[in-house]
């Protein structure tokens, strides 16, 4: 029991990592919050159910097209719409979760309410310490462990890395270095949408596909931003795994009251920012970001 514990902790707390993660990108360095980040997985999740069932599609030119597709979806909507109005938060918040019910609503013209699965990417399990994991759960915990390598690598190793910290510090200064700060924000924003689509991907297979997918998640990732500090990478990885633990508990020790892990979540988080208000990893004032 203990092991299967372990295993959908680690599991669910690698997806909301990297929806978390995402979403702090986006907003340590734009100061946008995007209440559309999640729909994004929504899009994602679907668009392998539509290219595997309805094209046919083999699993990697479908991982291709949700991946791809999804990425672009997002990056066109930042340009468009949010872009222009992206000093003004609570414009940017009412039309980023407008965003994401048109999103909503167009599956659900296209697909109904109904619940969809999308085909495994891998299939079969393997057996340890006597507890069976499936090999969709070992292909998603790899996913999740090279995603994020990959995100600090090219945070901490990169050129473009160091362009998105300077921007996220003082984008006037970034621009005085001669740092093209739309053109940050633009591929952060890509960076975002990418991290959501690759959760979309991997969570297809695991979960249910349905038009309000994205809601549940959005609730989630925000309190794990907050909780991790606003802004901060590091914050939401581990954030993101303190909430998975929680919510994993309790589905595992608490069955009947399972519908009741994202109220637990919540309240581990108002716990913390009783005693911390700016996070695990948050600042007071405007310090050091990402």
Known sequence: MIQGFIIQMLVTGGIYAMLAVGFALIFGVARMINLAHTSFLMLAAYGMFYSTYRLGLDIIPAIAISLVGTTFIGVVSYKLLIDRIREHQVTVMLVTIALAIVFQECMLLA????FREAPLLVEG?????????????????????VVLIGIWALLSKTKLGIAIRATAQDTEIANLMGISVSRILLITMGMATALAAVAGIVVAPLWVVFPYMWS???????AIVVLGGLGSVKGSLIGA????????AVVFFLPGGAFLNTAFALLVMVIILVVRPEGLFGVVFEEERL
């Open 125 to 145: 399990f393997v057996e340890i310490a006597g507890v069976r994991i499936t090999n969709e759960q070992l292909l998603t915990l790899a996913v999740v462990l």
């Open 216 to 222: 549940n998640p959005l609730v989630t990732v925000m």
């Open 111 to 114: 697909f109904a309410a109904h």
């Open 241 to 248: 795994f303190i909430i998975s633990f929680v919510q994993t």
